[in-house]
């Protein structure tokens, strides 16, 4: 394993961390998320967290729904949101929460009522108004949405990360917690709903999982590069008042230069 934090660029001061393998960096990825959310269970009467979809983080998923962390993590107190949701419905194999729901909710010992789910099932802007309508429920403070502990994010090979595409900046991302967009990636349904900067950059901690060859050129870019958030949104995740933890296999850090 590879620690060291970036100097000044597009990102100030991300944690990356490399591993050998996706299982290393899944191990890794589980540590962590288990550390972040009994540090916020300790503190807190509810722990609210973020969790993305796509292929990378399946087996971190499955290694959370097993022992130690089956009994460790204190579930019952967690309340789950997604960064984003494609527009299919929850049985849908393209469904970001019914991902999760089988390999990690159904699982452990969560509370139902507490897994705020995107509506994918309905028309974007509706199950968008809909989660913005719960995320309010949950809401901190003057903020019209919860602040998240833990958001586990993860990045295309383009440089996006949760449904924040290149080249698209939606207004609304500046005023509300939750959008609608489509987006034509890697043939995957099109239309989605997506948590905005705001809530991401109001978290305590986010975590960057991000494995595979095809995605060294955009992680050298978004960590390395010239401050460019339209075209690598990844970059425009920069909690004020929290941390970022970049949790990388080797194919993945190809490209970066460790110092
Ligand atoms: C989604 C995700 C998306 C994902 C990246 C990486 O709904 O597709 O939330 O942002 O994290 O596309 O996907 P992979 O892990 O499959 O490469």
Known sequence: MIIF????????????????????MSLAAAELFSEQVNEAGRKQHSVHIALSGGSTPTTLFQLLAQSPYQETIPWQKIHFYWADERCVPPEDAESNYGQA????????????????????????R????????????????ALSWPVLDCVLLGM????????????QVNSAETTSPAIAVTADYAGRPANRVTLTPLVFNSARHIIFLVSGENKAKAVSEVLFGPSDPLHLPAQRIRPVNGDVTWILDQPAAAMVQVK
Do not use: C
Not at 101 to 124: C, D, F, M, Y
């Open 5 to 24: 934090r970036k100097r000044k660029a597009a990102m100030d001061k991300p944690l990356v961390k490399i591993f050998p393998s996706t299982s290393a």
């Open 101 to 124: 729901w089988q390999s990690l909710l159904a699982r452990v010992p969560v509370l139902t009522q507490n897994i705020h789910r995107v509506k994918g099932e309905l028309e974007p």
């Open 126 to 141: 509706a199950a968008a108004q809909d989660y913005i309508n719960q995320l309010r429920q949950n809401a901190t403070g």
């Open 156 to 167: 295309g090979a383009d440089g996006h990360t949760a449904s924040l595409f290149p080249g």
